[in-house]
């Protein structure tokens, strides 16, 4: 069974950092880029960040130059470092694990994490 599982939300002051986790089981990790999205209260899902097995990283233009993302192949977890929040990055947080040979195709949905920042 897989299953995805996100933590290190919580609540922070504008300015303020956190790092999320995204810790994979059940699937083979090798196979799967992994992305970051978030959805804010009355707004659409949107893509955040992801991540290649090889590292390389991509960003949506909101949050580059503040959050960094990254990944253990060995711990199977990805991570999600966020800097400079501000209360517009307000959302729940949700890992997805793309696969690598369908672009687009994102398999598997973690629960999500509730990231709130106070102005």
């Known amino acids: 069974q897989v299953q995805l599982v996100e933590s290190g939300g919580g609540l922070v002051q504008a300015g303020g950092s956190l790092t999320l986790s995204c810790a994979a089981s059940?699937?083979?990790?090798?196979?799967?880029?992994m992305n970051w999205f978030r959805q804010a209260p009355g707004k659409e899902r949107e893509f955040v960040a992801r991540?290649?097995?090889?590292?390389?990283?991509d960003y949506a233009d909101s949050v580059k130059g503040r959050f960094t993302a990254s990944r253990d192949n060995v711990k199977n977890t990805v991570y999600l470092q966020m800097n400079s929040l501000k209360p517009e990055d307000t959302a729940v947080y949700y890992c997805?694990?793309?696969?690598?040979?369908?672009?687009?195709?994102?398999?598997?949905w973690g629960q999500g994490t509730q990231v709130t920042v106070s102005s």
């Open positions: 997805a694990a793309e696969r690598i040979i369908r672009p687009g195709s994102y398999d598997y």
């Open positions: 059940g699937l083979t990790f090798s196979r799967y880029g």
């Open positions: 991540i290649s097995w090889a590292g390389s990283a």
